[in-house]
């Protein structure tokens, strides 16, 4: 599967502090690969092609919240 750039560099850094707050991580999640390469990967962990997923709603929560904060000024006349 291709991962996006941003996406890859995110889970590049993400490896890389792994790796350097435990030492053994590299040889742990080695062995970890080892052993569950010949299994198939579960289908709930699989992920379908097709639409991108939602934006997020913090936009629209945010202009939300700057209006009812608006609207209460207006009533109370600050």
Known sequence: MRWPARQRR????????????????????AIFTRLTSPE???????????????????????IAIFLALCACVAMLGW
């Open 10 to 29: 995110a889970l590049n850094k993400i490896e890389k502090t792994l790796l350097a707050d435990d030492l053994r991580f590299g040889s742990l999640f």
């Open 40 to 62: 198939a990967m579960p289908g709930i962990e699989r992920v379908k092609a097709g639409r991108r997923p939602l934006q997020p709603l913090a936009p629209v929560a945010l």
